[in-house]
Each structure stands twice: as C-alpha cells, then as structure tokens.
C-alpha cells in the first residue's frame, strides 16, 4: 500500500522509518511505514491487539488493573518490533479511554517507564480533525459537498460536517459503543431486548445534536471505523477507489437486523470475529444506521 504525505525536507534525505501507535478504547494498534524523500510512504507492519481499556473507565471512572497490565505487555512487543526495525521517529496517542480516567497519569508514567512511549492524550477536536485528513488523503480532489464523516469509535462517535470540501461543523457524541455497551446492556438482557434499549439511546442522543449539526441535510455518509469497514467487507461495492467502498443503504438495513438478533459470542461464531470486535459490532452498527437515516 503506498499513500501520498504532505512533503517535507529535501529530496537529498534518506528514507526514514517512522510508526505510530494509537492506544485506543477497545484496541491497541501500531503501523510502522517507510518515508521516501518525495513523501510517499509504504507500509511495512500494521497491527492490532484487542484491549478493552475503556471497559473500565466507562464503567467506574478509572482504569483496571487487568487491562492496564495488559496494555503494558502489549506496548513492550510493540516496543521490540521498533527496535527491530530502527524506527526513526514513533507518535504515540491515546483517546477516550485514557482521557475519561482518573489515574491517567499512573498509567501514562507506567507506559513511558516500561515501554518507553511519551503518549499524547488527543482531545475530540484533534481525533476528528485527523480522521477528516484521513479521508481526505484517501478520496484525493474528489469533492465532499453536504457531507457527514461519522467514526463510531469504542467511546465517542466523531462527525464532522463538510460544505464545498471545508469542515463547517464538528461533533462529538458520547455514543462510543464499549461506552454504550457498560451504560446500557447486561447479560440478562436477550439481544432484540437490548437492541430496543440500543435504538432508543441513540436515537435520543443523535435528536439532541440535530440542533446544532443539520444531519438533515447531508447527501452523503462516509463511515470510518472497524465497524463500517466489517459492512463494507460484506456488502460493500467498488467505486474505484481502493479505499472507498459504496454501500446500499437498504442492504446495511437488512445486515443490522440479522446482526442485533444474536448475542456477541454468537456473532464472533457466526461471522469469524474476535469475541471483542464481536461485542462492540451491534452499538456500532445502530449507531450508523441511525445516522444514516
């Protein structure tokens, strides 16, 4: 995979390589990439762990013990790959998770002592601010005119509203789906049940923004995400573009309804998943339906 960047030095620098590592609410991820002279990169390694540090936060307000250990071990492997490869340069963020807890700051020095990342703690406006970027690396010139960029993300779902390709609204509604899940759904509930509760939260939610986002006049959605690139994977079309896939609102619809009937170790069965992106998968598809409507 090669990706154009915003050019930077001179053509006489060496290619350099460079990771970054996001510590997310239901993940832990790192890409490490190499950085030609004229800015293109290509990447090397692309990896995923499944932490469920927001569990916690969302639930009594700080991070577990448990999940923090296993964070940190996480880290470390993520630390020797980098030496192995001589990386150049790391930027390493956390979200959510980290921000919303208590003893942050015990884990952040935990991290910088054992694994040797300085993590930064982005606020929601720089989350949203990259995730635009992003898509906007990926789509090139093509044009963004009365366009929702939505990222369901394990604790806030992020939109940023665009008109003749500039940003003219951001967002960010509490409607994570690990938050959602803590908040909302326990293990006696059956899943149509829970998925009742689901609809109604964030239907509520989502009629509270429309003040101040109008949601009702966006022509399109673009979804980012590990929830929207699982739909795509399944009923997504090509559009020509690697990185953008079309799908048919009314087969998303069909997806959603077969998908919130099963409870998460039955879709992890039924769809090959990891039991945590298989528990996460419903609140952030109804999230997205809801958008979408």
């Given at each position: ?12 620098q ?8 996001d510590i ?12 030609t ?9 692309r ?59 015990t ?16 606020d ?31 604790g806030s ?17 509490r ?6 899940q803590?908040m ?11 998925a009742?509760?689901l ?12 003040g101040?986002?109008p949601?009702?006049a966006m022509?399109?959605l ?11 994977s399944?009923?997504?079309?090509p ?28 879709l ?19 999230v ?6």
């Amino acid at each position: 995979m090669t990706t154009d960047l915003p050019r930077s030095g001179t053509a006489t620098q060496a290619v350099q390589t460079v990771a970054a590592v996001d510590i997310g609410t239901n993940s832990l991820r790192m890409v490490i990439a190499e950085v030609t002279p004229d800015g293109r990169t290509e990447v090397l390694e692309r990896l995923q762990r499944s932490v469920r540090l927001g569990q916690d936060t969302f639930r009594r307000g700080r991070l577990g013990a448990e999940s923090m250990r296993a964070a940190l071990a996480v880290l470390k492997d993520f630390r020797k790959l980098l030496d192995l490869y001589k990386v150049a340069r790391v930027k390493a963020v956390a979200t959510s998770a980290v921000r919303e807890a208590s003893n942050a700051d015990t884990f952040l020095d935990r991290v910088f002592l054992s694994a040797g990342f300085q993590v930064e703690v982005i606020d929601t406006s720089e989350e949203t601010r990259l995730t635009v970027w992003a898509v906007r690396q990926a789509l090139g010139d093509e044009p963004m005119d009365q366009t929702l960029i939505a990222d369901v993300g394990g604790g806030s779902t992020l939109l940023a509203v665009l008109q003749g390709g500039q940003i003219v609204a951001t967002q960010s509604l509490r409607l994570g789906s690990i938050r959602i899940q803590e908040m909302l759904i326990t293990s006696d509930d059956p899943p149509q049940r829970s998925a009742e509760i689901l609809r109604q939260h964030v239907a509520n939610v989502i009629d509270m923004s429309e003040g101040s986002l109008p949601l009702g006049a966006m022509r399109e959605l673009i979804a980012v995400g590990g929830d929207a690139r699982f739909v795509a994977s399944r009923i997504g079309r090509p559009t020509g573009r690697a990185a953008l896939l079309s799908i048919d609102p009314a087969e998303f619809d069909k997806v959603v309804e077969r998908s919130v009937r099963y409870t998460a170790a039955e879709l992890a069965r039924r769809y090959g998943l990891p039991f945590a992106e298989a528990g996460t998968l419903n609140g952030g598809m109804v999230v997205y339906q809801a958008l979408l409507n």
